[in-house]
């Protein structure tokens, strides 16, 4: 059973950083594909940083190119989600989400965990 929880959310000024992570469970890294998305009120979900094939390298939108991170532990089940340089822009809800058929756009991927806020204020 495929199991994703988020943590690591929460509020920060402008310029601030947070670490997100997500604890998994279930299936194996090399299987699957693994990203990060967000979703702003009102807005469609969008992707922020996705690894397509199992240790691939992560692509990121463009949005937040330079500034994130997305990183894999394997011995611990987890991926992370460094956010330096926040800006008011990426408030939103940041889920992982992960699926085994990787040619599928990432919104229809088939596992997702609850998602965890992030609020950025100026």
Request: net charge positive; hydrophobic share 30%; proline share 3%.
């Amino acid at each position: 059973q495929v199991q994703l929880v988020e943590s690591g959310g929460g509020s920060v000024q402008a310029g601030g950083s947070l670490r997100l992570s997500c604890a998994t469970s279930g299936f194996t890294y090399s299987s699957n594909c693994m990203g990060w998305f967000r979703q702003a009120p009102g807005k469609e979900r969008e992707e922020v940083a996705v690894i397509y094939v199992g240790g691939g390298k992560p692509y990121y939108a463009d949005s937040v190119k330079d500034r994130f991170t997305f990183s894999q532990d394997n011995a611990k089940n987890m991926v992370y989600l460094q956010m330096n340089s926040l800006k008011p822009g990426d408030t939103a809800m940041y889920y992982c989400a992960t699926d085994t058929n990787c040619r599928r756009p990432g919104r229809n991927w088939s596992y997702w965990g609850q998602g965890t806020q992030v609020t950025v204020s100026s």
